[in-house]
């Protein structure tokens, strides 16, 4: 993969420190990475300028009662309409909350969130009837945490690594329409300041402020983070999944650990389904992959069932929260 953007080290090091804590200010990113101000800002306009990374909120779907199905659909033959039209309703569903198209074990992935199991029942039989018999092999598995974290491997000098994590078994108060109007224009609008989303939602700066505030300290917006558009940067992109074949609550939180170290490991999804954990690995050194997949089997060996690997494309849809109520 021939990157179109080279990364010098002064924006791999920003990039690992901004990924998932883009609220933090130039000065205080400056002091934790001992460099100017002025170019810890035009290093960060660079990268904003060209694209190589894109603000966005991280919000906890989870403690807002929706479930993570993850939906997977195997590669088949097909004619491009076909697959076309199955593609785009796959991205005007609001309820479709990450697409990609992949390779190997699977043709597409999606994050299905839904309140109820009937809903992804429904969905399904709907995109059935629209590929025609086309992806008669689809695949579910059922998200319980998600833990994203610091893509340390763009920076391997950088010690310390950041994580957020999510959890299906925390609830938070269900929300109003106005709150629902915010996340809404927070999702569209990453960028804007308050008084701009103040005017999206036709409500006073100080309410907005207050009901966000609000959100913040019951967990569900998490603070604003930077996507990588790891496709400019000839990066790497995978999904492996590993099936539990026997882990023990200590070697579980030993694999859980193990992840965790791994600098190419960026997000882990705990599940039930087809697989039972699901990672995001990112590399610039296809190699990598292999000997991480490698090292599972030989420090777990017959506690794990089986690991499955699909390259993932591209990411056609990411998107904070689902505007459900349109």
Request: charged letters at 25%; proline letters at 5%.
């Amino acid at each position: 993969m021939r990157p179109s953007y080279s990364l010098s080290e002064v924006e791999r090091r920003l990039i690992v420190a901004w990924n998932l804590c883009a609220d933090i200010s130039v000065r205080e990113i400056a002091a934790r990475a001992d460099m100017r101000e002025h170019r810890v800002r035009h290093a960060l306009e660079n990268l904003v300028r060209n694209g190589i990374i894109v603000p966005s909120f991280l919000i906890d779907n989870y403690r807002l009662g929706f479930s993570d199905y993850g939906l997977f659909f195997a590669p088949s033959p097909e004619p491009s309409a076909m697959r076309a039209k199955f593609e785009q309703s796959l991205l005007s569903h609001p309820r479709i909350y990450w697409l990609s198209r992949l390779s190997g074990a699977f043709q597409y992935g999606a994050t299905f969130l839904a309140r109820q199991p009937h809903e992804v029942v429904d969905f399904f039989a709907c995109s059935q009837s629209l590929s025609k018999g086309a992806y008669p092999q689809k695949t579910l598995r059922i998200g319980v945490d998600c833990t994203w974290y610091s893509p340390n491997y763009l920076a391997p000098e950088v010690t310390e690594r950041e994580s957020v994590s999510i959890s299906a078994r925390e609830r938070a108060p269900e929300l109003n329409d106005a709150d629902h109007s915010i996340l809404v224009a927070m999702t569209r609008n990453p960028s804007s300041s308050t008084a701009q989303l103040a005017r999206l939602t036709g409500m006073s700066a100080s309410s907005l402020s207050y009901r966000i505030d609000r959100m913040r300290d019951e967990k569900i917006v998490r603070g604003r983070m930077y996507s990588i558009r790891t496709q400019l940067l000839g990066i790497f992109m995978y999904r492996i999944m590993v099936i539990d074949c026997g882990l023990s609550p200590e070697q579980r939180s030993q694999f859980l650990k193990t992840c965790a170290s791994s600098p190419h490991v960026v997000a882990v999804v705990v599940c039930t389904g087809s697989w039972d954990f699901e990672l995001r690995f990112e590399t610039e050194e296809p190699a990598a992959l292999d000997e991480f997949c490698q090292s599972l089997i030989d420090t777990f060996g017959e506690s794990i069932g089986s690991v499955l690997v699909s390259h993932q494309l591209s990411t056609l849809k990411r998107i904070a929260y689902p505007d459900d109520r349109s």
